[in-house]
């Protein structure tokens, strides 16, 4: 069952069109570079000489308009980028990013977004239009954290569960092994020492604290109290690990949609309570 009717996704579609049609017009007044040319310090996209300022600031204005709804797709489809410091991005609804100095876009990155995008919602479309009439969608797949289900749409929208379910758990781990700088460590070393609570920060291993007072989480209402939630992560991350990801990345056997729904959820929730984490690097001088 498509989670999406096939008459939104041809709306998503023509919101997609608009856009792309918006960018190319404006993209007509531009010097569009690459990273390499731009040397990482530039814009990606600047003015080109002898253009009408009035006519050069209609056509951006036109282009964020259409950006808005077109950005919509994005999360639909799950088409971000990972950006090193800033996490995934929506080259579309972030396509202004070009024309500041050091800019994580290109306009290439732009123009494969929205081929990107297409190519999801045309898959999707089938899909939708295949199914029997009369089914409602449970849930939005779209709505899970942007890393989890960037990694995993590509997969899910051709019905290969499992790998998809592999890519989401596996992309995760690696946003957080690269965001800390601890590519020296296996996932579940990593999610081991990253999340020990009874362990502070060493140099090269900060480590992820929930955020706030540990006295002020705890409570005496309820017969044992609530424990601080530092060791319940490290436990999730370990079960999920155990019983998620390594089955997903070794086992051979197709996941059903449900089964895959409920993993991927489950990694979805992980993924916004690490956010709310704070990270914690270890003090100069501390010892390894």
Same mark, same amino acid.
């Given at each position: 069952m498509s989670t999406y009717s096939a008459d939104y996704l $041809?709306?998503?579609?023509?919101?997609?069109?608009? %856009?792309?049609?918006? %960018?190319?017009?404006?993209?007509?007044?531009?010097?569009?570079?690459?990273?390499?040319?731009?040397? /990482?310090? %530039?814009?990606? &996209?600047?003015?080109?000489?002898?253009?009408?300022?009035?006519?050069? &600031?209609k056509l951006e204005l036109e282009v964020a308009e259409k950006s808005g709804a077109a950005s919509v797709a994005t999360s639909?489809? /799950?088409?971000?980028?990972?950006?090193?410091?800033?996490?995934?991005?929506?080259?579309?609804a972030n396509w202004s990013f070009m024309t500041a100095p050091k800019s994580p876009l290109t306009p $290439?990155?732009?123009?494969?977004?929205?081929?990107?995008?297409?190519?999801?919602? @045309?898959a999707m479309l089938d899909d939708a239009e295949a199914d029997t009439p009369g089914g409602l969608p449970a849930f939005s797949p779209a709505l899970w954290h942007p890393v989890v289900w960037g990694a995993a749409a590509p997969q899910w929208v051709i019905h290969q569960y499992r790998v998809?379910? &592999?890519?989401?758990?596996?992309?995760?781990?690696?946003?957080?092994?690269?965001?800390?700088? $601890?590519?020296d460590a296996d996932a579940s070393v990593f999610w081991q020492e990253t999340l020990n609570a009874s362990v502070g &920060?060493? !140099?090269?291993?900060? @480590?992820?604290? !929930?955020?706030?007072?540990?006295?002020?989480?705890?409570?005496?209402?309820?017969?044992? /109290?609530?424990?601080?939630?530092?060791?319940?992560?490290?436990q999730l991350a370990k079960g999920l690990n155990l019983a998620v990801r390594n089955v997903a990345a070794h086992e051979r056997q197709e996941l059903s949609e449900q089964d895959a729904m409920e993993m991927l959820s489950a990694y979805s929730m992980f993924a916004r309570m690490l956010d709310q984490c704070e990270v914690e690097f270890a003090d100069e001088g501390a010892e390894a």
């Amino acid at each position: 069952m498509s989670t999406y009717s096939a008459d939104y996704l $041809r709306r998503l579609m023509v919101s997609v069109d608009k %856009f792309s049609e918006a %960018f190319e017009a404006w993209a007509e007044t531009q010097v569009e570079a690459t990273h390499m040319g731009a040397r /990482g310090i %530039f814009p990606t &996209a600047w003015t080109k000489e002898g253009q009408d300022p009035v006519e050069v &600031a209609k056509l951006e204005l036109e282009v964020a308009e259409k950006s808005g709804a077109a950005s919509v797709a994005t999360s639909v489809t /799950g088409s971000y980028i990972v950006v090193q410091g800033m996490g995934a991005l929506d080259p579309i609804a972030n396509w202004s990013f070009m024309t500041a100095p050091k800019s994580p876009l290109t306009p $290439r990155d732009v123009r494969m977004t929205v081929a990107n995008v297409r190519g999801r919602l @045309k898959a999707m479309l089938d899909d939708a239009e295949a199914d029997t009439p009369g089914g409602l969608p449970a849930f939005s797949p779209a709505l899970w954290h942007p890393v989890v289900w960037g990694a995993a749409a590509p997969q899910w929208v051709i019905h290969q569960y499992r790998v998809a379910v &592999a890519e989401g758990a596996e992309s995760l781990t690696h946003y957080w092994k690269t965001r800390l700088g $601890r590519q020296d460590a296996d996932a579940s070393v990593f999610w081991q020492e990253t999340l020990n609570a009874s362990v502070g &920060a060493r !140099p090269g291993r900060p @480590k992820l604290v !929930p955020p706030g007072d540990p006295a002020a989480r705890t409570t005496r209402s309820l017969k044992a /109290g609530l424990q601080d939630l530092g060791p319940a992560l490290q436990q999730l991350a370990k079960g999920l690990n155990l019983a998620v990801r390594n089955v997903a990345a070794h086992e051979r056997q197709e996941l059903s949609e449900q089964d895959a729904m409920e993993m991927l959820s489950a990694y979805s929730m992980f993924a916004r309570m690490l956010d709310q984490c704070e990270v914690e690097f270890a003090d100069e001088g501390a010892e390894a």
